[in-house]
């Protein structure tokens, strides 16, 4: 039984440097340099590669290297009998967490507008602004939403969430209704997974129902986002600005007009990064789990699409 490495991202010898010293028996394959396909019956992915997962004939389960899944569900060659699971870990809820505190204090506090006046060699004092003045609104309430927005509730920030299926957060308002959600947000933080229902649910229908002056914080994927509505409901001066993490092609391409716009900040990717040294434990426990005919821990739920 082998373990096959999916991945398109750089690091893939500290996932098997780290798998192999947690098993040192385990057959590592790094794909597309596989041996013999009928060994591998689990496979650790991180890419959106055309690989034909039915050639795998002994392949029992596909595990995501991040939270995410939709990397895995775009590929139509897996079956319906091979599991996939995604990662969870406390390590991307912290880091998760500092990137959304750090980027919500910088709005408070009109940092962002002050590096723009700072490149014009502008000194402006702009109004004073509290953590009281502003209701964050959290797209998705999953493992990292459901905690994220806790925090930022008892940190004293008014918070309320969606979700497609209602959840209860103590001291927090939940809502299932998109536009109830919507009314009175003045930072809108996604964190939805994606799916067919949700790709594309950043428009210009949905801006316009947020309140004037509200900031847009994409954390979850790029296809959530329609861009050229953003970039136009932006230019309209009812949204005040946007930090982008995730988009739907990345690296994002230079001549994107992302890049260059004066109200957006751009990250790439980088809010909440899979640390091997803190998830192999947890992808070798499956490979053994499946190894033994077990059901591994973690499962998503393809009909959901998380």
């Known amino acids: 039984m082998g373990l096959l490495i999916v991945t398109k991202e750089k690091g893939i010898e500290t996932w098997v440097d780290n798998l192999k010293q947690l098993d040192s028996n385990i057959e590592i394959e790094v794909y597309p340099n596989v041996k013999n396909k009928d060994k591998i ?19 029992k389960c596909i595990a995501s290297m ?23 870990d406390e390590k991307l809820v912290s880091s998760m967490w500092e990137y959304l505190l750090c980027t919500v204090l910088n709005i408070v506090t009109n940092h ?22 502003y209701t964050i609104g959290f797209m998705g309430l999953g493992q990292l939403g459901g905690e994220i927005s806790n925090r930022f509730n008892k940190f004293g920030f008014s918070v309320k969430g969606f979700s497609n299926s209602k959840k209860q957060i ?8 998109l536009d109830e959600f919507l009314d009175g947000v ?38 959530h986002l329609v861009e050229d509505d953003l970039l136009e409901v932006l230019d309209s001066k009812h949204l005040n600005g946007a930090i982008l993490d995730v988009f739907e092609k990345e690296p994002l391409p230079k001549e994107s007009l992302l890049w260059t ?13 899979t640390d091997p040294n803190s ?4 992808i070798i426990e499956n490979f053994k789990r499946v190894s033994k005919n077990l059901i591994p821990y973690n499962i998503i739920d393809r009909n959901k699409g998380y």
């Open 279 to 282: 998830v192999s434990m947890q």
């Open 112 to 133: 962002y507008k002050y590096i723009s006046l700072q490149k014009e060699s502008k000194w402006e004092q702009l109004t004073l602004n509290s953590i009281e003045d």
């Open 66 to 88: 991040g939270a995410g899944v939709d990397h895995i569900l775009s590929n139509d060659t897996i079956s319906k009998d091979v599991y996939i699971t995604k990662v969870v």
């Open 261 to 273: 716009h004066p109200n957006i900040i751009v990250t790439p990717h980088s809010a909440s990064l």
């Open 170 to 177: 103590q001291d927090m308002e939940t809502f299932t209704n």
């Open 186 to 223: 003045d930072i809108l933080i996604n964190l939805l997974p994606l799916t067919k229902d949700t790709k594309g649910i950043l428009n210009k229908n949905l801006f316009y129902k947020l309140n004037k002056n509200a900031y847009i914080i994409n954390v979850g994927r790029g296809s």
């Open 41 to 59: 019956t689990f496979a650790l992915v991180w890419s959106k590669l055309d690989i034909d997962f039915a050639e795998f004939k002994n392949l």
